[in-house]
């Protein structure tokens, strides 16, 4: 692959509209700016045509490769045919979307209703207003360190502190216990930790609610927060408080979804549990915005007609290129490889936490990793100011990685799912010098 000559303004001038009329403290990744003007693959090239493995990809976007030639064909396709109607006409695009993502639920879940909106915060939002319209309640249990969003609905929902400013925001949100077992209290030596931090959850709903709920809402890998992977059988216990407390429990597969964990093509089968709605988003679209609530019909029935409308949300256009990436995802053992690629990197990326003392913590499943930087390993200080170091040398080592957690102290390595194994050793490479 070459990359075509950019022939564009360029990144300073780039950098100096970005000042001049956005916010100019919209946050950027890098010290020296990166600009990013062609894709290809898991590939990704700046204005001079500097090639970097995107080992974000997008933002956990890109499922199945940057510009993947039947995507790009697919949205092609649907451009030129109709670029958009809403849901009050009729639209092949969207109707056989539905159809096919219903078909990616486990056989005998009963979810079996979608609905389309453009992005995860307003999908978040739309979960969680059914979940209020179905029970009747109004308390909702979501998860410190969690994230879903920034509508001002999700601003309520999502724990960490970043993402927090001092305005009024949602009424009726809980924060259960984060079942981090790095730093929460209850650690991976402790085999009861599970049953422990779903302990916290009931604790909740009998404190601090009045023991009726509308919703837990839980994703299975926290992201943003720094891929903290929930401990095996925590969900399955937290799903039977929500419901013992009327409540229906919602699965945020924003991140999680469509094969990611490797293991399973959602985030929820891997802890053996069924929600009541799921939520997907990101890489249903391969970074085109869509995103979906799926649900039971009797959660869904609770929206009558006119009730939910949105302009864009089931757009033919994404949805086209949604059924594209679904086809890939089956086509080209996308969660096989997932799984594969996942193995190998968490393997190298242990012996490296052999090596440096710095590499506090390594978790994740699948091509959904967190690699935690401290400053020793016995404090657990978080080495903030390195892991920037760090992703910088990468950068110019033509490697680029997420940062996340709640000090921004997690390397977040998320690549698009058609990464080879080639580029898992050069990733390892490049961290490891
Ligand atoms: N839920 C999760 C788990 C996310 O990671 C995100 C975004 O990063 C969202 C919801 C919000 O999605 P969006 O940014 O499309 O509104």
């Known amino acids: 692959f070459v990359p075509r000559k950019y022939e564009g303004p360029s990144t300073a001038e780039v950098v100096s509209l970005r000042r001049q009329y956005m916010n100019p403290g919209i946050f950027a990744y890098y010290k020296k700016p990166l600009m990013l003007v062609e894709g290809n693959g898991q590939y990704v090239y700046d204005e001079e045509g500097k090639q970097y493995l995107d080992t974000f990809a997008g933002i956990v976007t890109i499922s199945v490769g940057h510009c993947h030639p039947k995507v790009v064909a697919a949205g092609q396709k649907q451009l030129e045919t109709i670029m958009h109607t809403t849901t009050i006409y009729y639209n092949p695009e969207v109707a056989l979307l539905a159809k096919e993502l219903i078909s990616k639920m486990p056989e005998g879940s009963g979810l079996n209703r979608v609905y389309f909106t453009n992005s995860g915060s307003e999908a978040n939002d739309l979960a969680v207003l059914m979940s209020r319209m179905y029970t009747g309640a109004y308390d909702m249990i979501s998860l410190r360190n969690g994230y879903h969003g920034m509508s001002e609905g999700m601003r309520g929902l999502t724990a960490l502190k970043n993402w927090k400013f001092a305005v009024p925001q949602a009424f009726g949100v809980h924060h259960a216990l984060n079942p981090n077992r790095y730093r929460g209290p209850f650690g991976y030596d402790d085999p009861d930790s599970a049953h422990k931090y779903a302990n916290d959850v009931k604790d909740l709903i009998d404190h601090a609610t009045p023991g009726k709920i509308a919703c837990y809402i839980a994703e299975c890998i926290q992201g943003v927060g720094g891929t903290v992977v929930l401990p095996d059988g925590y969900l399955k216990e937290v799903y039977k408080h929500v419901r013992d407390a009327g ?133 657990k200080e978080p080495a903030v100011e390195e892991t920037l170091q760090v992703m910088e040398r990468c950068r110019d080592m033509g490697l680029l990685i997420g940062r996340g957690g709640l000090l921004g102290n997690v390397f977040r390595i998320k690549p698009p799912m058609c990464i080879s194994e080639a580029d898992v050793v050069f990733a390892l490479d490049v961290m490891d010098r």
């Open 247 to 379: 409540g229906l429990c919602i699965a945020d597969e924003v991140q999680t979804g469509f094969g990611r964990t490797g293991t399973h093509y959602w985030g929820f089968e891997g802890h053996g549990v069924i929600p009541d709605i799921v939520v997907v988003a990101k890489g249903m679209g391969n970074g085109t915005p869509i995103a979906a609530v799926i649900t039971r019909e009797d959660v869904a029935m609770t929206m009558k007609t006119g009730l939910h409308f949105n302009t864009y949300g089931g757009n033919p256009v994404s949805c086209a290129i949604a059924r594209a990436v679904l086809k890939i995802i089956d086509e080209e053992n996308i969660q096989q490889n997932a799984y594969e690629r996942g193995e190998q990197y968490m393997e190298g990326l242990l012996k490296l936490q052999k090596k440096y003392d710095f590499i506090g913590d390594v978790r994740g499943k699948g091509l959904m990793i967190g690699l935690e930087m401290v400053k020793d390993r016995v404090t």
